[in-house]
């Protein structure tokens, strides 16, 4: 007995360190792995600073303690009672991309809502949000954005105003807890937006359905919507609590 209870314990002590170096491993944010890194992915957020973003109107990073902060590996916006762009706003790289596979991972405060748009020219000069192609990031249950729109492509991970996400309750996280998002847009201008590894929303970008879908949405006043060749990664600060992480993205050719 006493030999089988020592084995016993080993085999747990086993287990469970085998777990914890597990878990340990998980928890190496803001990283790559060697396979990605081979790959040619980068990351868009190191985890420690503001380097390659800026202020969606601005030529630097927006500097006010009450909007965006990077603290513990984690870039947030912090929330201003759900006014819009109320203290600093949304922020973009500095860089433009053309074709690219992009993850990211948000967490969300109840109610809040957020979003990563992709294509962003800052050539319309828009006093709020930039104008861009959008994946939703959203509280859909308690944000009234989510009743809006048609069918519910205002939900989260949606091609926002334009495609309902396909996802189900089995893939999304709860609020609270991290979810992945991704978007990858090939050079022949098809995308995807998938959601904690599944494909939820497909569309060509330079389609007639598209552009019939932009033609009876809220960009139906903006010439050639999400068709530019190339454009900026932008974050939307819409006036909730919203974290992010693991920003990483890889350049199609």
């Known amino acids: 007995m006493k030999v089988k209870?020592?084995?016993?314990?080993?085999?747990?002590?086993?287990?469970t360190g085998t777990l914890?170096?597990?878990?340990?491993?998980?928890?190496?944010?803001?990283?790559?792995?060697?396979?990605?890194?081979?790959?040619?992915?980068?990351?868009?957020?190191?985890?420690?600073?503001?380097?390659?973003?800026?202020?969606?109107?601005?030529?630097?990073?927006?500097?006010?303690?009450?909007?965006?902060?990077?603290?513990?590996?984690?870039?947030?916006?912090?929330?201003?009672?759900?006014k819009e762009s109320a203290f600093v706003g949304d922020i973009v790289t500095t860089e433009e991309f053309s074709a690219f596979d992009m993850s990211f991972?948000?967490?969300?405060?109840?109610?809040?809502?957020?979003?990563?748009?992709?294509?962003?020219?800052?050539?319309?000069?828009?006093?709020?949000?930039?104008?861009g192609l959008e994946y939703q990031v959203l509280d859909d249950d308690?944000?009234?954005?989510?009743?809006?729109?048609?069918?519910?492509?205002r939900t989260m991970s949606s091609l926002y105003d334009l495609i309902t996400s396909t996802k189900t309750k089995e893939i999304t996280h709860p609020i609270g807890e991290w979810n992945t998002g991704r978007v990858v847009a090939y050079p022949d201008?098809?995308?995807?937006?998938?959601?904690?590894?599944t494909k939820v929303v497909s569309y060509d970008r330079h389609s007639k359905e598209f552009r019939d879908l932009v033609a009876i949405s809220k960009?139906?006043?903006?010439?050639?919507?999400?068709?530019?060749?190339?454009?900026h990664i932008l974050i939307q600060d819409h006036?909730?609590?919203?974290?992010y992480r693991n920003f990483k993205i890889k350049e199609l050719k």
């Open 239 to 243: 006036g909730n609590t919203v974290s």
């Open 142 to 153: 308690l944000h009234p954005d989510a009743k809006l729109g048609r069918n519910g492509n």
């Open 105 to 131: 991972d948000f967490r969300l405060t109840p109610g809040a809502n957020s979003g990563v748009k992709y294509f962003v020219t800052l050539a319309e000069k828009t006093s709020g949000s930039a104008i």
């Open 189 to 197: 201008g098809k995308v995807e937006h998938y959601l904690n590894g």
């Open 20 to 82: 914890i170096g597990k878990s340990a491993m998980a928890q190496k944010i803001n990283t790559l792995t060697a396979k990605e890194k081979k790959e040619g992915y980068k990351l868009l957020f190191d985890g420690k600073t503001t380097t390659g973003w800026k202020g969606a109107n601005m030529d630097k990073f927006p500097d006010n303690p009450k909007g965006w902060i990077v603290k513990d590996g984690l870039l947030t916006i912090q929330g201003s009672d759900g």
């Open 5 to 15: 209870t020592i084995y016993t314990l080993g085999v747990a002590l086993l287990l």
């Open 219 to 231: 960009y139906k006043n903006w010439k050639e919507f999400g068709e530019a060749p190339k454009g």
